[in-house]
């Protein structure tokens, strides 16, 4: 684009913004824009400026050479949205290059119509999804009867493993969530993340059943034993630095 053709850009966006148009303005939008001719996609660039309003109600629309520039890009792009090469026999590397340029500059520009059809994926599914669709007892083109057993199949399918895979039988923390302490305050309701989950949690992760009365009662004397005997120790001055002891996170 010359200063007689920014002129003329100039002139059409006066019409949408009232501009004063100058030599001084055609000579310095003709540096900025001096490999984007002067043709009808450079028009409609302005005007696709103006069609989008403002961030700002109170705000006045002002075109900028990086517009143009940015919004006529975007206007021959769309226009090679459905554009798939048509390559010939045996062409070699620079012909399939210039061929390339020839059709993509011909389509962008507005020459030759863009494609309309989007062009059709072709094929069946890959070797790999047959092979886990039938080990799971399913076959391509089978009908579902019940959809809810296939997504209560891929939920046990995705389900992470260990023993934050399952809701806490013992405080009920969701799938993914840690256990918590037992209480709470204004930070944390529902109690402070424990650094390991609860032993009931480990049990069902592992497939284990819930303790027996019995067995939780012997768990819990074994905590209390160990605990008096830690404290005995810190008393006889074995432990000089005494930590305490949260009988919850050792439970």
């Known amino acids: 684009m010359n200063p007689r053709?920014?002129?003329?850009?100039?002139?059409?966006?006066?019409?949408?913004?009232?501009?004063?148009?100058?030599?001084?303005?055609?000579?310095?939008?003709?540096?900025?824009?001096?490999?984007?001719?002067?043709d009808d996609d450079a028009k409609a660039a302005v005007a696709s400026y103006y069609t989008t309003p403002p961030k700002d109600p109170e705000a006045k629309l002002w075109i900028l050479p990086h517009h143009?520039?940015?919004?006529?890009?975007?206007?021959?792009?769309?226009?090679?949205?459905?554009?798939?090469?048509?390559?010939?026999?045996?062409?070699t590397v620079p012909e399939y290059l210039a061929r390339l340029r020839g059709q993509t500059q011909a389509i962008a520009s507005g020459r030759v119509p863009a494609p309309t059809g989007r062009l059709a994926l072709e094929g069946g599914p890959s070797k790999q999804f047959v092979a886990e669709l039938e080990a799971r007892g399913?076959?391509?083109?089978?009908?579902?009867?019940?959809?809810?057993?296939?997504?209560?199949?891929?939920?046990d399918t995705v389900r992470r493993s260990g023993p934050l895979g399952i809701e806490c039988p013992s405080c009920h923390a969701a799938i993914g969530k840690p256990c918590k302490t037992p209480g709470g305050g204004d930070k944390q309701p529902l109690g402070k993340p424990r650094a390991n989950p609860h032993s009931a949690r480990l049990r069902a992760a592992n497939g284990e059943g819930e303790l027996t009365a019995e067995q939780r009662a012997a768990e819990e004397q074994r905590v209390r034993a160990r605990t008096e005997q830690y404290?005995?120790?810190?008393?006889?001055?074995?432990?000089?630095d005494a930590v305490i002891v949260d009988e919850e996170a050792a439970s």
């Open 138 to 155: 399913w076959s391509v083109g089978q009908d579902v009867p019940d959809e809810n057993t296939v997504e209560a199949e891929l939920i």
């Open 231 to 240: 404290f005995a120790r810190i008393e006889a001055g074995e432990i000089p």
């Open 5 to 38: 053709e920014a002129a003329h850009l100039l002139g059409h966006c006066a019409a949408f913004d009232n501009r004063k148009p100058s030599q001084a303005a055609a000579i310095a939008w003709a540096a900025a824009l001096h490999d984007v001719p002067l």
């Open 68 to 91: 143009v520039r940015t919004l006529r890009s975007k206007i021959r792009s769309a226009r090679l949205e459905n554009f798939q090469y048509e390559p010939i026999a045996d062409e």
